[in-house]
């Protein structure tokens, strides 16, 4: 069962030390049901819809539903299937090719836009999964953590009174030494809510590193450990596909916290452009527009996003000292 169990979390060979590299449930190359294996695994099949892709009108929605919310009847769309989907396809990319994406929220996906999966052993190594994306793409992507461990911070303290603002932990953190005390986001001490201020100073201690004291250290901790895991997820990526990228896209939610955007700028040495904010919604709405022949291409569903939201350009600085800090990182 573990290769089973590697296929079900990272979309990988079911059988990937095996001479059968055909066993998968779902084969993303032809894009159909590995009926074969399924029937192997006496698993039902009859169940299983057919598989349209992302913008297929399915059909008018029913009339009892249509009365029942008090709107005319209206085409069902079958949308990205996903929110990350959905958000990558208001990325605002017009070079997929030399392109990273960062979904950023309380999570953060990284990852690249392809036109072909990329089952290697290299990115099964990495841990990277192929999702089919919209558009006849893959949604070549890594789960990391995002601003969970500041939120955690955020909602520990307000419990003892400290009711910090966004916009003040993030001054805080700007005004705090730089690169001094590193942690791994990933890392299991952080991944269940708790207080989180003590589980970073512990693995400051833990690791030799000076313990941050005030709160600005703690988040400015937590956001530049966060840049560098970006730079070390982003290697993998450019190792897995073999290719390098130019600049990374992030949206979402996370993208409100400047000092992020900036620090991921600074660690990956790489232009970030910011934006949009609200991705999913986009992407979503655009789809359907597509679906309906209102835009004509994913091009231009990107282009409307270009010239209908605010987009805020990152460039990378102090290179060395961010340099010198992965470096620490990577120890850790």
């Known amino acids: 069962m573990p290769d089973l169990f590697n296929f079900l979390f990272t979309g990988q060979k079911v059988c990937e030390?095996?001479?059968d590299t055909t066993t998968q449930f779902?084969?993303?190359?032809?894009?159909?049901?590995?009926?074969?294996?399924?029937?192997?695994?006496?698993?039902?099949?009859?169940m299983l819809p057919e598989i349209v892709p992302p913008g297929t009108v399915l059909g008018p929605l029913r009339t009892s539903l249509a009365e029942e919310m008090g709107i005319k009847s209206v085409d069902v769309i079958a949308p990205a299937c996903h929110d990350t989907g959905s958000a990558v396809a208001a990325v605002p990319m017009t070079d997929p090719q030399n392109s990273v994406y960062i979904s950023c929220g309380t999570w953060a996906l990284l990852g690249a836009e392809i036109k072909e999966p990329a089952i290697t052993p290299k990115s099964l190594a990495n841990n990277f999964t192929n999702e089919g994306g919209v558009c006849n793409t893959f949604r070549f992507l890594k789960n990391i953590s995002g601003l969970w461990m500041v939120q955690e911070c955020k909602r520990i303290w307000a419990q003892s009174g400290q009711n910090f603002s966004w916009a003040q932990l993030i001054q805080m953190a700007s005004k705090s030494p730089a690169?001094?005390?590193?942690?791994?986001?990933?890392?299991?001490?952080?991944?269940?809510?708790?207080?989180?201020?003590?589980?970073?100073?512990?693995?400051?201690?833990?690791?030799?590193?000076?313990?941050?004291?005030?709160?600005?250290a703690v988040i400015r901790a937590a956001l530049e450990s966060l840049a560098l895991?970006?730079?070390?997820?982003?290697?993998?990526?450019?190792?897995?596909?073999?290719?390098?990228?130019?600049?990374?896209?992030?949206?979402?939610?996370?993208i409100q916290n400047t000092l992020l955007c900036q620090f991921i700028?600074?660690?990956t040495d790489k232009t970030v452009l910011a934006?949009?904010?609200?991705?999913?919604?986009?992407?979503?709405?655009?789809?359907?527009?597509?679906?309906?022949?209102?835009?004509?291409?994913?091009s231009e569903a990107r282009e409307v996003v270009r010239n209908s939201t605010e987009i805020i350009t990152y460039e990378p600085e102090d290179r060395d000292a961010w340099d010198e800090a992965f470096g620490r990182f990577q120890n850790l």
Request: charged share 20%; aromatic share 4%; proline share 7%.
């Open 179 to 216: 690169l001094i005390s590193l942690a791994d986001p990933d890392h299991a001490a952080f991944l269940t809510p708790g207080d989180m201020p003590a589980r970073i100073r512990t693995a400051c201690e833990q690791s030799g590193q000076p313990v941050p004291e005030t709160e600005g």
């Open 275 to 298: 934006g949009p904010i609200e991705a999913t919604a986009l992407g979503n709405i655009l789809l359907q527009a597509m679906a309906k022949g209102q835009i004509g291409s994913l």
């Open 229 to 254: 895991k970006c730079r070390l997820v982003l290697g993998q990526l450019e190792d897995s596909l073999e290719q390098t990228t130019d600049r990374i896209h992030i949206v979402g939610g996370g």
């Open 17 to 19: 030390f095996s001479n």
């Open 265 to 267: 700028a600074n660690a």
């Open 26 to 46: 779902f084969n993303p190359r032809q894009q159909t049901w590995a009926l074969d294996l399924l029937h192997r695994l006496n698993i039902p099949t009859d």
